[in-house]
């Protein structure tokens, strides 16, 4: 019985020690990756302020959002954590994958900052980008707008075409990641497209 | 003994379920908060990057080095999970609460990006704020430009001064927090000298 007993120790303590959402306020590994709704929409990743942050960008302009609505706005990028770390190791996204767009309204001068743009409590808009091999493409586009879950944007869609034939690393903005760019240099991971992108910019100046 | 192995497993299930390093990428509880040197230097935490992000700013007055600069940064601001945590339960920040400040320089048009700006690989700066009772006034700031650990900056100084009259809970600029600040009104944790900053400028207009 006690041989019994340490033998549960063993099994439980591994168990015990996968992501703990109220100590890493990470999400769990099922909250982490994509979770779709019975008729296969995808569920708003309610947690993704706790996951790994990849970068924020002001008034960019590939975002027709940003771009239609007319005044100053941040995008802040996140992914999950365990995707980040295979992202470390390889240089590329695993599947399953997803990364939230999170787009912010922009103020100026308030409080002590007299100068520049802080970020401000208004969220303008929340895109996600998942990695899947059920989808076609193996990536998917979502977007929220309110709603808890949202149905993929089907193909052909300007989203889709912008990051393939743009974007870095496997059809995401990689470029934009400052922590990640380097990484996916020195792991040969860089796209085709990107190359062609850059050595044509470089020819040019 | 059984009754022993038992109560070793409520013993080890605990310490099993604290925060994962290789699992949630956000560093162990030690490595969590401020590490100091034997001399009594902060060391730099080195996977700040893992931790909760809070909030990135362009081209902000109140640091010093961005007014200096003459060029365009941005201000991502990160803090260690556990304080984050502790945070969203009480709207004030924990003993051993660090902040880290992490100045980044901003590119314009690049890539596919035609306006507006996005962050550089390039870090310009590393300020970490770190809540500790044995420092005078129970915070204390650390500059790094290369090296990994840090002298606390002495008082007075203008950082103390500007985060104590100007900082909307506990010296820090949670005014500047998009998802704090309005936990913190709800708490009550807001500062006097915030307040009173927010109420003349309501007056003035």
Redesign the interface.
């Known amino acids: ?2 041989r019994f ?2 033998l ?2 063993v099994l ?2 591994p168990q ?5 959402p ?5 999400g769990n590994a099922v909250a982490e990756g994509p979770n779709y709704t019975a008729n296969g929409e995808l569920k708003m990743p309610e947690r993704y ?2 996951w ?2 990849l ?8 975002s027709p959002n ?1 771009a239609m609505a007319g005044h100053s706005m ?1 995008d ?1 990028v ?1 992914v999950n ?1 365990s995707a ?2 295979a992202f470390l190791e390889t240089g590329t996204w695993p599947d399953k994958t997803t990364l939230v767009l999170e787009i ?1 309204g922009s103020e100026g001068a ?13 969220i303008m808009g929340l895109e996600v980008h998942v990695k899947d091999a059920k989808l076609e493409g193996g990536w998917g586009f979502y977007e929220f707008d309110g709603p808890k879950s949202a149905k993929v944007i089907k193909r052909p869609a300007g989203c889709y075409e ?1 990051h393939e034939g ?1 974007a ?1 690393v496997d059809t995401t ?1 990689v ?2 990641y ?2 990640l ?2 990484l996916a240099k020195s792991k040969g991971t860089l796209s085709a497209a ?1 190359l062609k ?2 050595g044509a ?1 470089a020819g040019s100046k």
């Open positions: 019985m006690l007993a340490l549960v120790i439980i303590v015990q020690g996968a992501v703990q109220s100590q890493t306020g990470a302020r706790e790994i942050f970068t924020s960008g002001v008034d960019m302009s590939y940003a941040f802040n996140f954590p980040h770390r912010r308030s409080s002590i900052n007299k100068r520049g743009h802080t970020q401000s409590p208004e912008c743009h870095a903005f470029q934009f400052p922590t760019l380097g990107y992108e850059m910019a």
